[in-house]
Nanobody, 114 residues
């Protein structure tokens, strides 16, 4: 059974940084993974993805501020978030695509506020 566990969320002031982690269990090999977010009253939206080969893709609203990386040995993916803005406040979810199925973590809350 595939399970994803996110961590690293919290409260941060505007302009601050956070690093989110997501560890996958029950998967094999280096798989496509990504980060999405959902703000209150809004639909879930893509933040960034990373392919099995390491190619990355970012939403325009995070380019230059967020960076996705992975540790293939630990089946983990990370999201370094810098220059955070109040509009980045959301629940952040990671996902993994394994054998044509998409699995989601439980989410971690990020709140950007002074």
């Amino acid at each position: 059974q595939v399970q994803l566990v996110e961590s690293g969320g919290g409260l941060v002031q505007p302009g601050g940084s956070l690093r989110l982690s997501c560890v996958a269990a029950g998967t094999f090999g280096i798989l496509p993974m990504g980060w999405y977010r959902q703000a209150p009253g809004k639909q879930r939206e893509l933040v960034t993805t990373i392919t099995s080969g390491g190619d990355t893709n970012y939403a325009d609203f995070v380019k230059g501020r967020f960076t996705i990386s992975r540790d293939g040995l630990r089946n983990a993916v990370y999201l370094q978030m810098n220059s955070l803005k109040p509009e980045d406040t959301a629940v952040y979810y990671c996902n993994v695509i394994s054998r044509a199925q998409t699995y989601w973590g439980q989410g971690t809350q990020v709140t950007v506020s002074s």
